[in-house]
Structure formats: C-alpha cells, structure tokens
C-alpha cells in the first residue's frame, strides 16, 4: 500500500516523450485528457457567464479594433483571467479545473526546464467562444520583446507554452497547426533568448550580446545596444547563401514546404499543447458554436536561478 503510495504521488499527467515533442516544437494532441463530468459543467459555466455578458471580443481576425465595430459572426470572443477568478458562475468546476491546469504548468516546467513561475500573474487562463462564421488566422501567440516597441520589455513574463482544452463538439472550427518537419533541437528559448527565426532545420535564437545563432553557429553578430533590423538581416544571411526564415512578424513569410500542417478537431476534453513562440496556427471557421478553455504558461525573462513549488509542495530549483 505504501508504495502504491509513493508511486501515485509521483504520477506524471504526461510521458516524458510527450514533452520532449513539446521541446522540439511539436503539436501535442491528448484526447480525453479532461473528464466529461468537468467538461460538461465548464460549458454550462461559459453559457451562464455569456447570458450574463461577461465576455468581450477578442479579434486577431482584424488587427484594428478600435477601428472597427464588433462582428460575433467574425470575431471570437473571450473571458479573461480576472472574470475566471469571481464568483459568478460555477466557481467549483473553475476551482477544479484550475488545480488541474496548476499541476500541469508545475510537470511542464520541470520536464521541458523552463522557468514558470506559479503566481498568478505569469498565467493566462480565458473562456474562448465562436459564434457560426468566426474564424482566427493563422498567427503566432507570442513574439521576441525586441519587437514589440517600446513596450517590449516592460513584463516580467512572457507566453511560453500554449494550451487549450475544447468543451464541446462543433462543426468546423478545426484548429490547423503548422509545425515544423525534422527538428531535433529545443525551440522557443535559449538562455533566456527568444527564437525568431528558422536557418535550415535549426531554431535561430536573438541574444542581447550574442546576435543571430543556432545552437551550433553564430549567423550574425549584433551591434551592442541596436535592436536588429530583421528584414535586413535575413536579405544579408540570403546574398551569404544562408537560409533564414524569420517568424517574428510574419507567420506568413515561413517556407510553407518546411511545415508539417495538420488538423486537431475540438472534441470535448481534448487538450493541445505547443510552444507559443514557433508554432503557426489559425481556427478554421466555424460553422456551429465552438467552445474552449484555453491559455499560457508564462517563463520568466531574466532570472535564471529561481526556487519554484512543485505539485507535491516541494522547493526545488530551475535552471534554464
Ligand atoms: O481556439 C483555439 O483552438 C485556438 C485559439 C488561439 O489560437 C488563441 O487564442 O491564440
Ligand atoms: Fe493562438
């Protein structure tokens, strides 16, 4: 008994292969990984906080919002993170399914040695809902902060890992990926350097003193103190004969013929994880009501030695 004991609490919610996919920029699809009973009563939660009018459009589908008026038939719309924690609604299931996500994001970030810390705020967890005729496009949930203007820097987090869980079974709306074929490194971050690009089948990294790189070749030296032109930069490693697809501004401009794309159909209790930085996707549009819980692990920017609470309560330090 004791050692049933011993060995339940060490139980993993994934297999090791599982995150090393994950690592190498793999789409990870997991059917029946949230029970039906949960589920059921989390898209009974989204239909009484909707009625109630708690969630707000949420495009990507047009970059300018403020320009334009709110379209369900277009737009997805979401309930976001400080919505989740009130007490409207089924505050049971959320709780419920908050622990169950909590000792996801602790497993994830001991397996993939990334630096998530536990605080609420280094967490983004929303309702996600599409009404018949929404679509998004394909896109990229997170970006180098370099990129971002001014305000780039300004968190101390950034999305690291994507997850989502489908609460119910509509028609369309499949969610296409396009991950990339034949990688064998870990993609997303390195040192604390965001990817921003692909040389041939090797992540290509941004650093703060070391420039452009693979794991295995400096490609560009960076000017100390400039923010990378990387348009430039790509036209300068082309006229060298060097391979580079940037995938920091446009997921557009990716090689197509280098990604594998293939479709995940929501079913309730599905749950997809991927590296928020490489992975290109977009929802298809939807042609009956589309429900998802779905949201991202923050890793922290600039502070590699930090103690972190695994799910058995435990201290224990990341080094990333
Ligand atoms: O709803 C989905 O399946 C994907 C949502 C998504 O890509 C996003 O919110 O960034
Ligand atoms: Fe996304």
Not at 120 to 135: C, F, K, P, S
Not at 170 to 190: Q, T
Not at 300 to 319: A, I
Request: hydrophobic share 40%.
């Amino acid at each position: 008994m004791l050692v049933f004991l011993v060995a339940a609490a060490h139980a993993k919610m994934l297999p090791s292969e599982v995150w090393h996919a994950v690592a190498c920029g793999q789409v990870v699809v997991r059917e029946a990984f949230v029970p039906s009973s949960l589920t059921d009563a989390l898209r009974r939660d989204a239909e009484v906080l909707h009625e109630a009018h708690a969630f707000r459009a949420d495009g990507l589908y047009r970059t300018d919002q403020s320009a334009q008026g709110f379209d369900a038939a277009r737009d997805r719309q979401t309930m976001r993170d400080v919505d989740w924690r009130s007490d409207r609604g089924d505050v049971d299931a959320r709780r419920r399914f908050s622990g169950l996500i909590q000792s996801l994001r602790a497993e994830a970030s001991r397996e993939l040695r990334r630096n998530f810390p536990l605080e609420n705020e280094a967490h983004e967890l929303t309702y996600n809902w599409y009404e018949a005729g929404a679509a998004l496009p394909r896109h990229l949930d997170e970006h180098h902060e370099d990129l971002k203007g001014r305000t780039g820097w300004a968190l101390p987090t950034r999305r690291s890992l994507t997850w989502l869980v489908y609460l119910n079974d509509p028609r369309g709306g499949e969610l296409r990926c396009y991950p990339r074929r034949d990688v064998r490194d870990d993609v997303g971050a390195r040192d604390g350097d965001l990817q921003v690009g692909w040389h041939e089948d090797a992540p290509v990294f941004l650093g703060a003193s070391k420039g452009l790189y693979t794991p295995s070749a400096t490609l560009l030296q960076r000017a100390p103190g400039s923010v990378p032109e990387l348009d430039d930069a790509k036209r300068h490693l082309r006229s060298l004969g060097l391979g580079f697809d940037l995938i920091a501004r446009d997921p557009d401009a990716i090689e197509r013929r280098r990604e594998d794309a293939f479709d995940v159909a929501p079913r309730p209790g599905t749950l997809v994880l991927f590296d928020s930085v490489v992975v290109p996707h977009e929802v298809l549009r939807v042609e009956s009501r589309r429900q998802a819980v779905t949201g991202w692990f923050h890793e922290r920017l600039d502070d590699p030695l930090v103690p972190l609470l695994d799910d058995d309560g435990v201290e224990h330090v990341v080094q990333t």
